[in-house]
């Protein structure tokens, strides 16, 4: 069977919504392009978390310089202690530490960058959710927020006097969809957490997902469109 790229429509299309994801594997590096470039207005499929991380960099990048401040971004995690069963047997925690290699590698190349200079200090916001939090004066990020630290993220994102010049979520752990109670609660405080929530605008999209008995992978890299990739197979 041969690779199909499948249109995902325009840059501006809705993020889609899927929570579990594999990490690159050897079997799709096998059949993917190398590198990170490819036909107009397309990237090719990151081979390893080195080349998602420099992917995402240079995305993250090109939405700030566009003056988007607050970016939501989303990281295909490389599989560490997988078994037969499960992916993640040791649950957000195992996640975490897959994860946080990823953004601490973004963070120290955001912040060479000029307008993103200095130190940024380590914080666990909730050590059952695993959430952790990288804060500096100029740049931020938070891997893992759920609806139970979006106080402290509102008041990150909210800081007096000043707010980071750029402000990043990384695999936000809240639903949106599907749940018949929302994960914010109800009332004026879910209108204005959702409200928080969609200051973020999507500019690094990877996931892989299963749909229909097909594994496709999703990405976008600002300002590039939404792509939707099948898995190349013998």
Not at 138 to 161: M, N, S, Y
Request: glycine share 10%.
């Amino acid at each position: 069977m041969q690779c199909h790229r499948l249109p995902a429509g325009s840059q501006h299309a809705r993020a889609p919504r899927h929570r579990a994801s594999r990490g690159i594997s050897s079997t799709w590096r096998a059949r993917s392009a190398t590198g990170l470039g490819g036909a107009a207005g397309t990237l090719r499929i990151p081979s390893n978390p080195e080349l998602q991380v420099k992917q995402a960099v240079a995305a993250i990048e090109e939405a700030w310089k566009a003056g988007i401040r607050r970016q939501r971004i989303e990281l295909l995690l490389p599989l560490i202690g997988a078994t037969d069963l499960d992916d993640w047997p040791g649950g957000i925690r195992q996640q975490f530490k897959a994860a946080a290699p990823l953004v601490e590698g973004i963070l120290k190349q955001l912040k060479q960058k000029e307008g993103l200079q200095g130190p940024l200090g380590v914080d666990i916001w909730d050590q059952g959710d695993a959430v952790g939090a990288w804060t500096g004066d100029k740049l931020a990020g938070v891997l893992f927020p759920t609806a139970d630290t979006i106080k402290q993220l509102r008041q990150l994102a909210e800081r007096k006097p000043n707010a980071p010049d750029l402000l990043l979520i990384f695999n936000p752990q809240w639903e949106l969809q599907g749940n018949l109670v929302s994960d914010f609660g109800f009332g004026s405080r879910k209108e204005a957490s959702l409200q928080l929530v969609g200051s973020f605008t999507p500019t690094y999209w990877l996931k892989q997902m299963r749909v229909a008995g097909d594994d496709l992978r999703v990405l976008h890299a600002h300002p590039n469109k939404w792509q939707v990739r099948t898995r190349c197979l013998h």
